[in-house]
């Protein structure tokens, strides 16, 4: 059983830049690809990216490639997510997940493809 913390949300202005921390803990971290998502008040949860399990692999939706940067520190059991050049409908809350499946493939935009699930940090992009 893997636990997730996320961490690092705020409010922010447009242009500004944010970091988010994900700790795990409770079973090996690097045995698990991790994904960020995001859920704004009254949509469904939307992929945001996906890490493979050695940090070697990434992937990104449209909506943030290019100013967000997903990255994982294997050693320390934490996730990152580097979000730049903020906007508005970026604001949402932000969770990070952990896959039993290691290797990327196109699922891991998926939520079901996820096994565990930390409860979400606030992230707030004022105009």
């Known amino acids: 059983q893997v636990q997730l913390v996320e961490s690092g949300g705020g409010l922010v202005q447009a242009g500004d830049s944010l970091r988010l921390s994900c700790a795990a803990s409770?079973?090996?971290?690097?045995?698990?690809?991790m994904g960020w998502f995001r859920q704004a008040p009254g949509k469904e949860r939307e992929f945001v990216a996906t890490?493979?399990?050695?940090?070697?692999?990434?992937f990104y939706a449209n909506s943030v490639k290019g100013r967000f940067t997903i990255s994982r520190v294997n050693y320390e059991n934490t996730l990152y997510l580097q979000m730049n050049s903020l906007k508005p409908d970026d604001t949402a809350v932000y969770y990070c997940?952990?896959?039993?499946?290691?290797?990327?493939?196109?699922?891991?935009?998926?939520?079901?493809?996820?096994?565990?699930w930390g409860l979400g940090t606030q992230v707030t992009v004022s105009s």
């Open positions: 890490i493979s399990w050695s940090g070697d692999y990434t």
């Open positions: 409770g079973g090996s971290f690097s045995n698990h690809a």
């Open positions: 997940a952990a896959s039993t499946q290691i290797r990327l493939t196109p699922e891991h935009s998926m939520t079901g493809t996820y096994n565990y």
